[in-house]
């Protein structure tokens, strides 16, 4: 990422973003008189000296700016408080109340935090190892300007793929794309297969050799009665990163340890029901995704229903342990 003046003053529109949210929280140390619970223009323009090692007399012209700047560019959430000596929050349009929760969802709010990462991937302060699904690809960002096109005039492609379960490459046809999703660690390719009449997903870094279809007149084919995708419907079935909404999804009941639920509720926000604080029901099409989470917790979730589950997983347990019966060979 080239380092130039423009990408400096919006690393710290960033900066200032981050202020707001926080109220200042994390760098009261640097604040003259600190209130709390609220966030100055003055108060930013000390911490943004500080945390700047003081290379600029002042910051206060571009916190200035970078309130605007927010407010004309998001239609959900603004930033109140321009001239207030009570300082700046982030307010919900509709309600005019500050909503931290769904400010956290907003997608400009989402974007500047991406654009942050970024920022700081270049600097070498972070990892950025959700980038290496493209890093698969023979072309990235032809990929992308490719998918783009494609989701936006539901055009219909082609592709092949390698799955890592089969160690084996099939073809994909005739299928339309409608979402890129980043999710549970990894990028995923959404779309309808038309053959079968399906939505699906696949993994990108297994995707390999798009092309579009042609029609007869041999210019792109489009898919005129594409169904309305709706995201978190095709996801209410899944679990982990398998979606296989072509099966019939089962419940499968799990007993918890005390204690364990509010972690668990934060890794899998939104997924299954919980009976009491020690029960939790998972609807899903891939049971075998759930047994991979029981192994994962060593022992202290255990299965209570349905018996074929169970079954499947005391079967997973028996390969196991003959595994570690078997001899090495010398």
Request: contains cysteine; glycine residues 4%.
């Amino acid at each position: 990422m080239p380092h130039n003046k423009n990408m400096e003053t919006f690393e710290e529109y960033l900066q200032v973003y981050g202020l707001i949210e926080s109220k200042g929280r994390y760098f009261q140390k640097y604040i003259r008189k600190f209130y709390p619970h609220k966030i100055t223009q003055p108060n930013m323009n000390d911490i943004m000296i500080a945390i700047n090692n003081g290379k600029e007399d002042s910051y206060e012209g571009r916190i200035k700016d970078a309130i605007p700047f927010f407010n004309k560019i998001n239609e959900n959430f603004m930033i109140y408080g321009k001239e207030r000596p009570k300082g700046c929050i982030f307010i919900n349009k509709n309600s005019t109340k500050e909503d931290p929760k769904n400010l956290k969802k907003d997608n400009v709010y989402k974007t500047f935090l991406m654009s942050y990462l970024s920022i700081l991937a270049d600097k070498g302060s972070i990892n950025m190892n959700m980038l290496r699904a493209w890093e698969e690809q023979e072309f990235p960002l032809a990929f992308l300007t490719f998918m783009d096109i494609a989701i936006q005039n539901k055009m219909v492609i082609q592709f092949e793929y390698f799955s890592d379960r089969k160690q084996e490459l099939s073809k994909v046809e005739r299928f339309v794309p409608v979402k890129l999703s980043f999710q549970d660690k990894y990028w995923f390719l959404i779309g309808r297969k038309l053959d079968d009449n399906i939505w699906i997903q696949y993994l990108v870094y297994g995707i390999k050799n798009v092309v579009p279809v042609l029609n007869k007149e041999g210019n792109f084919e489009k898919c005129k009665n594409l169904p309305k995708f709706d995201l978190k419907k095709f996801y209410e079935n899944t679990f982990g990163s398998a979606m296989l909404n072509y099966t019939d999804p089962i419940t499968i009941t799990l007993q918890i340890p005390r204690g364990y639920k509010d972690a668990i509720s934060k890794r899998h926000d939104g997924i299954g029901k919980w009976i009491d604080d020690v029960t939790w029901e998972i609807t899903t099409c891939a049971p075998n995704e759930v047994i991979d989470f029981v192994f994962k917790w060593g022992g202290h979730i255990k299965i209570l229903s349905p018996d074929n589950v169970i079954t499947e997983f005391k079967k997973r347990l028996k390969v196991f342990n003959e595994q570690y019966k078997m001899k090495r060979k010398p």
